[in-house]
């Protein structure tokens, strides 16, 4: 089939997070499946044409898009996806998408995406190619199903195009005034006198996804769940509730091309489940380079983490003065709330042979703190899909998480047998979102982690599991075939 995937983000071009990686792996895994994928993203500042792709003006020309009344000229640039056949278009347009960051917090970004979501259609009308599927994904791109039904039903191009809508945080909503309906060219029935599309006397672009699309789904099976409860859902469970009929959970792969000891480029000593020895000299490696005392026998716990409270960054700075009295040592990644990072400087400063830390991202660091910890420390207040956790699996890093969205659906607690009586667990999970549950859940794993043969059956437990994109991607075709039943 041939499939349209839209995001506001794809890597390697641009990432902030699970969103980016998705998009930049799930439609090359789609390809291999023999189907035909092209995808779509703003051609944002930090994008290297010249690295990624070539100018695409000789077969697609200048487009003119219009929003809020105004007629934007608009280019499309043309590249590949690394190592695949998977067409990709950027959209250029310097004065929205030529900003410090991708996403901002500037009067016109809802502006900003109404016109990536118009050039989407507008590619594919110049292309004259007419997708089975368009796939959108999270409110940068919710209005498509509603522009494509409302604004361009009269092209017989999309006459049999049927829309997928991914949810992968409901915490951001695209929330805006009535006035970027307006400005999207949205029909004012639907959004006059309280009309469907409004949302607490507001646009909201999430919810207009949600009412339009033909299927929807999120990156879990339990997050799904989850949304469709008050606590959870965000103010959009009654809208999912309206289209449970249309709602899946599907949990993200990972790539293991990239996220694998055995070829992991980023790490010193390479390892696998038949020989873990190269897991303790990337831990010595790890510690000498941060200036902290190496024991084979002193656990070691990371976190790669955005040190915000939705990741339970909360819980762990209530608990550090505990966790800094265990004989254990951390090892931190992440940039957020300068609170929570000060708080972390300052015990580095006090407990340097306790705790240490790269504040900022880098991709080499995140991999070698899965390569190099012992246990990994995730307790999110919410967590759609999570990676890391996936990630530490396969490392033979034994997650220590809170048992909400993929953290639940992917870590079994070591306490967990299957029918025949057999330990079945990967890790250590609790409920109760308290700095005390995670902390007695942190010393159940400290304790195992010094009777080597339970630790190593738990290591082999997460290290034989198959989170593939493989898997997932078989999962995004049924679903798309439910949505062309429809």
Known sequence: MKIAFASSEIIPFAKTGGLGEVSGTLPIELAKLGHEVKVFMPKYYQVNEHEYGHHYDSLIGEMKISTGGYEHKVHVFYGKL?????????????NFFHRSKIYTEDWDEDERFILFSKAVIQIMQKLGWSPDIVHAN???T???????RENYSWDSLFHKTKTVFTIHNIGYQGRFSLESYKRAGIPPILYENNGILVHENDSNFLKAAILYSDVINTVSETYAKELLTPEYGA????????RYNDYYGILNGVDYEVWNPEVDRYIPHKYSMNDLSGKIKNKEFLLNKLGMPFSENVPLMGIVSR???????DIIVEALPQLLSLDAQIVILGTGTKHY????RDAIQYYPHKIGAYFGYSEEAAHQIEASADIFLMPSQYEPCGLNQIYSLKYGTVPVVRKTGGLADTVQDWNEYNEYGQPIGNGFSFYEYSANAFLHAVKR??????NKPVWHQIQMNGMIKDYSWESSAKKYVELYKRALAK
């Open 142 to 148: 919710g209005l498509l199903p509603v522009l494509l």
């Open 82 to 94: 690394p190592h695949s056949n998977v067409d990709a278009y950027f959209v250029h347009y310097p």
């Open 307 to 313: 040190l915000v409270s939705q990741k339970g960054v």
């Open 138 to 140: 999270d409110w940068q």
């Open 235 to 242: 103010g959009m469970y009654n809208y999912l509730l309206q």
């Open 445 to 450: 794993a400290i304790n195992d982690f010094h």
């Open 341 to 344: 990072e000060d708080i972390f």
